[in-house]
């Protein structure tokens, strides 16, 4: 069984929305959202714990990112608003044990990332 699938990228406009989707066999846990933007390293955007608490790791994406999950569906969604070119990446969602960290090297199991591409 596949342990994480991220889907929902696209082409979008600026001041548009996404929402992007981790589904797999792990996601129970800790799920951390990174993304990579064309040449800088992967950072860590936002996160949802085991309790389903929260965590937002970027000021940029304080009030535009919501992280969710959907227990029933084994699903956490990274809602993302009013999008801008900065956001602009490959999107990945991972998995660590409880709590969450904003640190790439804290998450031991990795999905394949989804490109989101934001046009001005």
């Known amino acids: 069984q596949v342990q994480l699938v991220a889907t929902g990228g696209g082409l979008v406009q600026s001041g548009g929305s996404l929402t992007l989707s981790c589904t797999g066999s792990k996601t129970y846990g800790a799920i951390g959202w990174f993304r990579r933007a064309p040449g800088k390293e992967r950072e860590g955007v936002a996160c949802?714990?085991?309790?389903?608490?929260?965590?937002y790791y970027r000021d940029s994406a304080m009030g535009r990112f919501s992280v969710s999950r959907d227990n029933a569906k084994s699903t956490v969604y990274l809602q993302i608003s009013n999008l801008t070119p900065e956001d602009t990446a490959v999107y990945y969602c991972?998995?660590?044990?409880?709590?969450?960290?904003?640190?790439?090297?804290?998450?031991?199991?990795w999905g394949q990332g989804t490109q989101v591409t934001v046009s001005s």
């Open positions: 949802i714990n085991s309790s389903d608490r929260p965590s």
């Open positions: 991972a998995f660590r044990s409880y709590l969450c960290s904003p640190d790439v090297v804290a998450y031991t199991t």
